[in-house]
């Protein structure tokens, strides 16, 4: 079984970087829709996987345009989470995810991972490294006991940060995947 991350598409946010950082909820722009269009002609999923998607308007959007909505699940644990980490850092506007319930009312035929924890009132993105990493490794646990394959459709940082969970060493802001990037671990 693989995981697969793949990064959303060039935002709005980076049309006037880094001055549009605090823009909130930020879409793909032209650009970005044709990296994830060219994108999609590498990407192929199967009924049996999982694709995990960050609940922010540009990786909804990355996601709705690669997949249909039947294998597509929410999860706050796969949203924006600043790398490296720094719990004092204050998060951009642009990472604001949306809530549960505005999820629920744009898009209710996508289902929510929730693993019975209420960490849709708790972001990732300021969550000491010991804590995400609990978290995660939940969230990892779950992929593992679907029949299929996991996507992750999220961030840069975030991407990185599990990236290192998984064993990776060394990572630095270098290893970005970038705009409609995506990067496999086999048999994670």
């Known amino acids: 079984m693989d995981i697969t991350f793949i990064r959303h598409g060039h935002s ?14 930020p879409g793909l722009t032209e650009l970005g829709k044709s990296q994830v269009i060219a994108l999609r002609k590498q990407v192929v999923f199967t009924p049996e996987d999982v694709i995990l998607v ?15 909505n039947t294998n597509l699940a929410f999860s706050p644990l796969v949203g924006p989470r600043m790398f490296p980490q720094n719990p004092e850092f204050v998060p951009f506007v642009c ?11 744009q898009y209710s035929d996508i289902k929510m991972v929730e ?8 972001s990732i993105n ?26 992750i459709i999220s961030h ?20 970005f995947l970038g705009e409609a990037g ?7």
């Open 126 to 151: 300021q969550m000491d490294a010991h804590r995400f990493q609990i978290l995660a490794e939940k969230l990892l646990e779950w992929c593992r006991q679907q029949s299929g394959n996991t996507f």
């Open 115 to 122: 693993l019975g924890l209420d960490c849709w009132k708790e």
């Open 182 to 188: 995506q990067y496999t671990i086999k048999n994670f």
């Open 12 to 25: 709005e946010h980076l049309i006037d970087y880094p001055n549009q950082l605090n823009c909130l909820h």
């Open 95 to 105: 990472d604001q995810t949306y809530s549960k319930e505005e999820l629920s009312n």
């Open 54 to 68: 960050s609940p922010t308007k540009r990786t909804i959007e990355t996601a709705l345009l690669l997949a249909s």
């Open 156 to 175: 840069d940082g975030t991407i990185s940060n599990y990236r290192i969970l998984l064993g990776e060493k060394g990572l630095t802001k270098s290893d």
